[in-house]
């Protein structure tokens, strides 16, 4: 009896065995969540094309405000050929510095409202821009690494200067460790595009 129940035993054990192995082998072959991680801010800031739209808008900038000192030095001189008294009060030509004065100012003052304006417009549509094409790109490394899910991971700057709730509320991914950092590769391969496509605008424009 007690070498039957040693048997039994041992085959119990056995068993045991042998289920537990193959549970733990069909765990290790299941596909691990493959999760991807990018700083969309990180990439706006040091990819190529926000360098470019930088130097390109001080460049515009730097001539629009050329012109304004322009208008303003052109003002001065009419108010102070009016201020001389040289021109008869009433005559055509008092009347005419009188008229260009008035479309001066109205000019300066248009330009004064509207270049900060466009500036900021022209900023927010490349902005828009900018981010469609890091969309894609993420997308297409996403496909390359078989990457189920891909989360921005963007730190927020301490001491918080903005809305404290809203950095809370938009800082969704407190820990990513195990998930592939991409925002390096989203870099190079928008700076690659970048490149690519002065490189065709240089040779349309020769």
């Known amino acids: 009896m007690k070498i039957r129940m040693l048997v039994l035993g041992s ?8 289920f537990g192995h193959g549970y733990s082998s069909a765990q290790s072959n ?9 700083s969309v801010d990180q990439v706006l800031r040091d990819c190529k094309a926000t360098a470019n739209y930088r130097e390109q808008s001080a460049l515009e900038n730097a001539k629009m405000l050329a012109e304004q000192d322009k208008l303003e030095k052109e003002i001065q001189a009419l108010q102070a050929g009016l201020k001389l008294g040289t021109l008869k009060i009433g005559s055509s030509d008092y009347l005419s510095q009188h008229w260009d004065l008035a479309q001066k100012q109205a000019e300066l003052e248009a330009r004064q409202e509207f270049n900060p304006q466009q500036q900021m417009l022209k900023q927010q549509l490349w902005t828009q821009q900018l981010y469609q094409k890091v969309l894609q790109t993420v997308k297409e490394l996403a496909l390359e690494k078989d990457l189920l899910l891909v989360l921005e ?3 927020p700057e301490f001491p918080i200067q903005r809305d404290l709730g809203l950095i809370i509320g938009t800082h ?4 990513s460790g ?9 870099i190079a391969r928008l700076d690659a595009a970048e ?11 020769n």
Do not use: N
């Open 11 to 18: 085959l119990i054990f056995a068993a045991i065995l042998f």
């Open 30 to 38: 299941e596909p691990a969540l493959k999760i991807g991680v990018v």
């Open 153 to 155: 991971r963007s730190e």
């Open 172 to 175: 969704k991914v407190l820990y």
């Open 178 to 186: 195990g998930c592939l950092d991409i925002t390096k590769e989203v």
């Open 195 to 205: 490149a690519k496509e002065a490189t065709e605008k240089s040779k349309s424009e």
